[in-house]
């Protein structure tokens, strides 16, 4: 079939990404692009499909109704005007059209069931966000979610790309396009995995004094142990065996709000309906972990999409913190991840204002008592403590830049007032 999408007007200047589209989506997969305009890009994709050989759905969806975003109004940009100009090439048959907006086409797909997504709808901040968070559990595993425009002519779409997904693991290609493999983008080997059998899974970040997490370990129950992995990025490995404890190995060192959502994703692709994190200073009184799923699992009865993380009583300190907490994945899924511009600390100060943001409360736990000893991993390393201490300033100028002003004088409603 020859190709004929050069003769309708518009945007197309992905060819190779929409050819490797093809390629590697199976007979009987679907393809689904966001934002179709006229046809020009989909009747590329139409051609490739028919000449590939394979069966592969294609669906395009698209308001139609001249709105392009950003204030941008076209009013060519109707279903009639696509349907006329895909059918002039003679392929009518291999596409299939969503009239309406992209977040309410995304409830008619099961989760899973799409092989490929190209986004290139409304470019700012809000609507790219809302595309990742809505299509991204669509998205089979090992499946790709792409997007145009990702590059300095449309900024926002970088910072929305920044907030929702593990972004130093996009791929970003010679068309403007970013490309995010649907998996859990390993940063080293599983020693052992879980036996986890339950709605959780809990992550301890390791990388010194391995006595305070062989404490940090001991102080869970068996079956809470079964449910709980090490994140081990120390310089010499820990040993886990004989823990009941998980044990993934990091062979290379990466911040620490790519290694979260790295535990985001595992639980993800696992199924959970909560992601906890432990740090490796703290033990757990009497059985506070189980509490603490028990609560969430009230919490998410009363207002499942409503809370965002738990929090948890300090026995040392007296406050309610984050040093044993549990996220909703529900949460997650709609607001979006640890955005891993901030290198260590901070980032948890940039999720939960997003989190307040959109809403998801973030529930202070001070019946349920942990023991953290006091940020043990800095000052047990004079090198990482004076690393840590640089990034949090940088860190901290970063956050005010980006919500315009210090933490709890945010101003601005979309990250840098939409000009970063």
């Not at 499946?143 to 972004?167: C, F, I, K, N, R």
């Not at 998996?183 to 006595?211: M, Q, T």
């Not at 990466?254 to 692709?269: G, I, T």
């Not at 009184?285 to 919490?299: D, F, K």
């Amino acid at each position: 079939m020859e190709h004929f999408y050069k003769s309708i007007e518009g945007w197309m200047g992905y060819e190779d990404t929409y050819r490797e589209a093809v390629r590697i989506t199976p007979d009987g997969g679907t393809i689904v692009e966001i934002g179709s305009f006229l046809g020009r890009s989909a009747a590329f994709m139409a051609v490739e499909i028919a000449n590939s050989g394979k069966t592969i759905r294609f669906v395009c969806v698209d308001p139609f109704d001249g709105h392009l975003g950003s204030g941008l109004f076209d009013g060519r940009c109707s279903l009639d005007t696509f349907h006329q100009n895909i059918a002039r090439g003679g392929a009518s048959h291999l596409v299939e059209t969503k009239k309406m907006y992209s977040v309410d086409a995304a409830t008619l797909f099961e989760d899973r069931s799409v092989d490929f997504v190209f986004i290139d709808g409304a470019h700012d901040y809000g609507n790219v966000r809302a595309d990742i968070c809505a299509w991204l559990p669509k998205v089979k595993p090992g499946g790709v979610l792409s997007g145009h425009d990702y590059g300095p002519g449309w900024p926002m779409v970088e910072v929305a790309v920044q907030d929702t997904l593990s972004w130093r693991n996009i791929q970003k290609r010679k068309d403007s396009v970013f490309w995010y493999e649907n998996v859990a983008h390993d940063f080293g080997h599983w020693v052992a995995k879980p036996e986890s059998n339950s709605d959780y899974l809990c992550h301890i970040p390791y990388v010194n004094r391995p006595d305070l997490l062989t404490a940090a370990i001991k102080s869970l129950t068996e079956a809470e142990r079964r449910n709980a992995y090490v994140i081990d990025q120390s310089e010499d490995g820990f040993d886990a065996s004989g823990l009941g404890v998980g044990h993934y190995r990091a062979t290379r060192k990466v911040k620490f709000s790519q290694m979260m959502n790295f535990a985001l994703d595992v639980c993800r692709f696992g199924d959970k309906n909560y992601s906890l994190f432990m740090h490796n200073d703290t033990e757990c009184t009497a059985t506070a972990l189980s509490a603490l799923v028990q609560r969430a699992r009230q919490e998410t009865l009363q207002r499942p999409n409503d809370w965002a993380v738990l929090f948890t009583k300090d026995a040392i300190s007296g406050g309610v913190y984050d040093y044993l907490s549990a996220f909703n994945m529900r949460a997650i899924r709609s607001v979006g991840r640890w955005d891993e511009s901030f290198p260590w600390y901070v980032s948890e100060i940039d999720l939960y204002h997003r989190f307040k943001m959109h809403k998801k409360a973030l529930v202070g736990c001070p019946d349920i008592v942990v023991r953290h000893r006091g940020s043990q991993t800095i000052q047990s390393d004079s090198r990482i403590h004076a690393e840590a201490t640089s990034e949090q300033k940088w860190a901290l100028s970063h956050y005010a830049h980006k919500w315009g002003g210090d933490v709890g004088s945010e101003q601005n409603k979309i990250p840098y007032n939409g000009k970063p």
